[in-house]
């Protein structure tokens, strides 16, 4: 939603939507307000509680079931298997999501990648779609005053216009721009950590098609998972810029990671906000 800064001020329960890579700062900000009575909604969290909570604990007994000993003891009910997912600990949701390639080395045939991606594809337009009754259950039921939507960094890749919609007519939407500075930051964290991703389908068969061709892969299968995922990483990092500020110019604003690293409190970070509809009101 556009606000002028008085509109702003008076909205007595503010909701806004952060948007962004992973990386960004969105959760650290998120945190930061959770103490000041702000409801955090974490769109992977509930990716990973309510909608992919059954596909990822089938993925776990699966590979379970490949050690003996573990094998028994599931079949005859003697032990169960549960995750622990937290706001603060998303592991298994990218486990599951997993990366293409040698299966030796831990990828996913393609047919299986793609179908756990457009899964999470769908988990996260639904997760979407529950934000406004969680507006509604943060003040109503849990007695908090505003919301705070912490999305995954691949809201921008949905290409589903009714997601953001939603997220316009309920929240105001902040894009957080990374600087050149802390774009090269995220590049070479990636680089070091490389983490399972989403892509859109499009962009995945004419990047592993590129790959493929440079390092003269007959196969997915051959494919080094980390290799690929470190070399894809800036590539997907630069097609999303775009994506994320069509979404902004359109339905939001924009903020840098720089303006964003300055704030200490929510006083501050409303200030900012209210800076954000002034430069771009």
């Known amino acids: 939603?556009?606000?002028?800064?008085?509109?702003?001020?008076?909205?007595?329960?503010?909701?806004?939507?952060?948007?962004?890579?992973?990386?960004?700062?969105?959760?650290?900000?998120?945190?930061?307000?959770?103490?000041?009575?702000?409801?955090?909604?974490?769109?992977?969290?509930?990716?990973?509680?309510?909608?992919l909570g059954e596909p990822i604990l089938d993925n776990i007994k699966k590979q379970a079931m490949q050690v003996p000993f573990l094998r028994d003891l599931l079949r005859s009910d003697s032990i169960y298997i549960n995750n622990n997912i937290t706001v603060?600990?998303?592991?298994?949701?990218?486990?599951?999501?997993?990366?293409?390639?040698?299966?030796?080395?831990?990828?996913?045939?393609?047919?299986?990648?793609?179908?756990?991606?457009?899964?999470?594809?769908?988990?996260?337009?639904?997760?979407?779609?529950?934000?406004?009754?969680?507006?509604?259950?943060?003040?109503?039921?849990?007695?908090?005053?505003?919301?705070?939507n912490d999305v995954g960094g691949s809201l921008c890749e949905l290409d589903e216009p009714e997601v953001f919609r939603v997220l316009d007519e309920h929240t105001l939407i902040l894009y957080i721009k990374a600087t050149g500075k802390d774009e090269q930051g995220l590049i070479h964290r990636a680089e070091e950590d490389p983490k399972p991703l989403y892509y859109r389908e499009a962009f995945l068969d004419e990047q592993l098609e590129t790959y493929m061709k440079e390092n003269d892969l007959p196969y997915v299968a051959m494919i080094d998972p980390d290799a690929f995922v470190r070399w894809i990483f800036p590539r997907l990092f630069y097609a999303r810029i775009p994506r994320y500020q069509a979404i902004a110019d359109k339905y939001g604003y924009t903020i840098t990671t720089e303006e964003l690293a300055r704030v200490k409190n929510e006083a501050g970070f409303l200030a900012l906000v209210e800076q954000v509809l002034e430069r771009q009101g």
Not at 15 to 32: D, E, F, N, Q, Y
Not at 133 to 145: S, T, V
């Open 88 to 148: 603060d600990h998303l592991k298994p949701v990218s486990s599951f999501l997993g990366k293409v390639g040698d299966p030796e080395q831990g990828g996913l045939p393609l047919k299986e990648f793609k179908y756990r991606q457009e899964l999470h594809r769908q988990a996260e337009i639904a997760a979407m779609g529950d934000v406004p009754e969680f507006i509604r259950k943060a003040q109503e039921i849990y007695g908090y005053k505003h919301f705070i």
């Open 1 to 51: 939603m556009k606000l002028g800064i008085e509109q702003f001020r008076a909205w007595d329960n503010k909701c806004i939507t952060l948007l962004g890579m992973s990386g960004v700062g969105k959760t650290r900000l998120a945190h930061m307000l959770r103490k000041r009575d702000w409801f955090h909604y974490s769109g992977d969290y509930r990716i990973g509680t309510r909608y």
